[in-house]
């Protein structure tokens, strides 16, 4: 015989899955849309007449001849040349992403071994560092870039990027390996191994889900950075992000929306891709750091 409590867990779970799956609705709805959008002709997506023609594609089928198109997706990635935009993401985030990880996995090893105090005081002054607005510490880089001719180009923005991201990458990293025993390094160098044979071979494997994580949020930043790609890169090395907002136009320069909603979606779909198929190592991860840190 069901129970009064039996019944309130029943009534809360409903709720709580009615709660969720319509904030998921509204999360996703966006995105939805303007992947729906980007099949379609301007007429349609940006349609006052009638909110229906993203799903019906009736001017869509007028102009093309079918509800669904790759124009806007093809004209963004040739003519608009998308594609040299999505080539100079994957190069930043590349050099991003193994830059910080060598970094910060080495930096995070030997701080959360050291019996120092300064240990303390390094990772407080990373952590001031990191809270700062991208945007003060960007304006103080340009006019030494500007006076050394360096501005512009692609190795000075990963640079930037690199010690903007560093130290969240150290502060990460530093945490998953205060959960690792310093027992395995001590047992690692009784049988002969130096400090970084024990690091390499001993507590390296026990951390790469900590090391995914870190190397995906390091990712996320350098893809969807905007302030700093867009303030140190010129016109002809933008990333994919600045490219995007581009087609938007400006009060001097027309643009083209409909090659903006293609290069949402182009730019979009990667991310949901990565997170997907590293979702089992992004929780794996976290809930290291999150239940023996």
């Not at 039996?6 to 319509?22: E, G, P, T, V, W």
């Not at 594609?57 to 998308?82: K, P, V």
């Not at 130290?167 to 690792?180: D, E, G, H, I, N």
């Not at 390091?218 to 010129?234: E, I, K, R």
């Amino acid at each position: 015989m069901e129970t009064l409590a039996d019944k309130k867990s029943k009534k809360l779970l409903i709720i709580n899955s009615i709660f969720i799956i319509a904030w998921l609705a509204i999360a996703a709805f966006p995105f939805i849309w303007t992947f729906l959008g980007s099949f379609k002709v301007r007429e349609d997506f940006f349609s006052r007449s009638d909110w229906w023609y993203v799903i019906s594609g009736f001017n869509t089928i007028i102009e093309t001849g079918g509800r669904y198109t790759l124009n806007a997706f093809r004209e963004a990635w040739i003519e608009g040349e998308f594609w040299y935009a999505a080539r100079n993401s994957v190069i930043v985030t590349f050099f991003v992403v193994t830059i910080s990880l060598f970094l910060g996995t080495l930096g995070g090893y030997a701080l959360s071994r050291s019996p120092y105090r300064y240990a303390y005081w390094i990772l407080i002054a990373a952590l001031v560092f990191r809270a700062m607005p991208h945007i003060t510490l960007v304006s103080g880089y340009l006019f030494p870039f500007f006076q050394l001719n360096i501005w512009g180009i692609l190795p000075t923005t990963i640079i930037v990027l690199v010690a903007i991201n560093q130290p969240f990458t150290l502060w990460l990293l530093y945490s998953f390996f205060k959960t690792v025993p310093k027992e395995l390094d001590e047992s690692g160098m009784i049988d002969g191994c130096s400090h970084f044979q024990a690091f390499r071979y001993i507590i390296m494997p026990v951390m790469w889900p900590g090391v995914i994580t870190a190397g995906l949020f390091s990712l996320m930043l350098a893809y969807n950075d905007f302030t700093v790609t867009a303030m140190l890169l010129s016109y002809e090395n933008h990333t994919l992000v600045p490219k995007l907002q581009s087609y938007l136009g400006t009060n001097q320069h027309e643009g083209n929306m409909m090659w903006a909603v293609s290069s949402v979606v182009s730019a979009t779909a990667p991310l949901f891709m990565v997170v997907m198929f590293f979702q089992k190592q992004i929780i794996s991860g976290l809930t290291t750091g999150a239940v023996k840190g």
